[in-house]
């Protein structure tokens, strides 16, 4: 059976104009896995949680979240239609092209490329900012400063790099690993903020409106504040739950591509926007002191800090810097397929990685 899948996997990407290159050696569920990875909600709910507190406020998360995430799953399922037909490594930019015209194709991949890079420096900038955090509540004597924290990103890129060059042959089971750290992980950081903290807020904060962003002298109503101040928090939804195009690219390394990375790619969305809003209404429920917290300009540390006992903290610290470790490794695992399906298109100098 498994034969007669990897045949017609092999026909389908003939029928695009490409020759099987790369082992197809993931699994279902390891395609959603790298997804869901990228997007980590251990990573954009921690990193980014500060956009949406200072821009509209906990109604940004409770009403935002789920409300952009539905947009986003839209966005997903039309995108599964698409890997759907077209399995390809090249995914978004591939997709343009057959649709539209080559230019078309050009532009998107062009833009999708050094989307990737610039999110791959920002995932693994956010993961210094934790593990340089956590070493400073663990360690004695670590200062914590941003010469420290430029020194621990480039070892973390650096560490990428060499994952993704040397550990081709267990990358896709590193991504298994991966979604069972985010879930337990996320898990347990909900337990935690469940648990420890003294006091929690009422049902009512999660309707309240914050304008910390220096826009409109802080009004919270009116248009200004409705259309302007409370869509830039809604960025924490659209930066956290990004990356999902990952499932087409390394749909040529995917056992039955047509189905596996469909459906991988709308259920990294759905999954993870239900357990991202979990994880932060934990966060919101947790404030103590919301001052603190404005003072630390939306800052979730804040937050932890206030509500978590010192072991607590530096467990909720440590399962964020490893599930953010684990999203930058995605990010790269992905943007290296989507530069070897645009370099083989021709479309990155020098040429002659194969052929359209």
């Known amino acids: 059976m498994s034969t007669a899948v990897h045949d017609a996997d092999e026909q389908r990407l003939a029928e695009l104009g490409y020759r099987q290159e790369l082992k197809r050696k993931w699994s279902g569920f390891s395609n959603f896995a790298i997804s869901f990875s990228i997007i980590s909600i251990l990573a954009g709910c921690f990193t980014t949680f500060g956009q949406a507190w200072n821009n509209g406020g906990p109604i940004?998360?409770?009403?935002?979240?789920?409300?952009?995430?539905?947009?986003?799953?839209?966005?997903?399922?039309?995108?599964?239609?698409?890997?759907?037909?077209?399995?390809?490594?090249?995914?978004?930019?591939?997709?343009?092209?057959?649709?539209?015209?080559?230019?078309?194709?050009?532009?998107?991949?062009?833009l999708n490329l050094i989307g990737l890079i610039a999110v791959t420096a920002s995932v693994d900038y956010g993961c210094a900012t934790f593990l340089n955090l956590t070493l400073a509540t663990t360690v004695d004597g670590w200062a914590g400063t941003l010469n420290q924290v430029f020194v621990l990103f480039v070892i973390i890129l650096i560490a990428h790099v060499l994952i993704n060059i040397f550990g081709q042959a267990i990358i896709n089971q590193l991504q298994n690993i991966s979604v069972w750290w985010h879930v337990f992980g996320a898990a347990v950081v909900v337990g935690i903020l469940i648990a420890v903290p003294p006091t929690h807020q009422d049902p009512s904060f999660l309707f309240e409106r914050f304008n910390n962003s220096g826009f409109g002298d802080g009004t919270t109503s009116g248009p200004q504040y409705w259309f302007f101040i409370l869509p830039l928090g809604f960025l924490l939804t659209q930066y956290t739950i990004t990356g999902f195009d990952a499932c087409a690219h390394v749909s040529e390394e995917t056992k039955g591509a047509s189905t596996a990375a469909a459906k991988g790619l709308w259920k990294s969305i759905f999954y993870s926007a239900i357990g991202g809003w979990i994880l932060l209404l934990a966060f919101l429920f947790a404030v103590q002191n919301v001052d603190d917290v404005n003072s630390a300009g939306g800052f979730v540390g804040a937050i932890l800090a206030g509500a978590l006992t010192p072991w607590a903290l530096k467990t909720v610290l440590i399962i964020s810097?490893?599930?953010?470790?684990?999203?930058?490794?995605?990010?790269?695992?992905?943007m290296s397929r989507m530069t070897y399906a645009f370099s083989r298109d021709r479309a990155i100098p020098p040429t002659g990685c194969g052929r359209r």
């Open 60 to 110: 940004a998360i409770s009403l935002g979240w789920p409300l952009i995430a539905t947009f986003i799953l839209i966005i997903g399922l039309c995108m599964s239609e698409l890997v759907s037909a077209y399995p390809t490594a090249g995914g978004i930019y591939w997709w343009a092209a057959k649709m539209g015209k080559p230019i078309h194709g050009w532009f998107t991949g062009w």
């Open 321 to 334: 810097t490893v599930g953010q470790f684990f999203c930058g490794m995605s990010c790269v695992t992905s």
